[in-house]
Nanobody
Framework: QVQLVEAGGGLVQAGGSLRLSCAAS????????MGWFRQAPGKDREFVAA????????YYADSVKGRFTIPRDNAKNTVYLQMNSLETEDTAVYYC???????????WGQGTQVTVSS
């Protein structure tokens, strides 16, 4: 089992920046990738960004390319989501996730609220 704890959400004005963090603990030696998803009110959960844990290759949703990055710190078993040029449409609960294989996302954090005001 892997436990994920997110931090860093909050309220920010449009155009501003926030950095989320997600610390993993437990059986992290099998981690294949970590990622971020988000869910806005009345909408389905959607993929935001992910990073392969060994190679460090990032993947981004088209909606956040050029604005968000997903750095990681392997020594701390922590992944971040650096969000710049935030838009009101980025308002959502952001969830950290981890997976042991490419098949599915196995572990989820509790979520952290990000609110972008106009």
């Amino acid at each position: 089992q892997v436990q994920l704890v997110e931090a860093g959400g909050g309220l920010v004005q449009a155009g501003g920046s926030l950095r989320l963090s997600c610390a993993a603990s437990g059986r992290t030696s099998s981690t294949h990738a970590m990622g971020w998803f988000r869910q806005a009110p009345g909408k389905d959960r959607e993929f935001v960004a992910a990073i392969s844990w060994c190679a460090g290759k990032p993947y981004y949703a088209d909606s956040v390319k050029g604005r968000f990055t997903i750095p990681r710190d392997n020594a701390k078993n922590t992944v971040y989501l650096q969000m710049n040029s935030l838009e009101t449409e980025d308002t959502a609960v952001y969830y950290c996730s981890a997976r042991d294989t490419p098949a599915s996302w196995d572990y989820w954090g509790q979520g952290t609220q990000v609110t972008v005001s106009s």
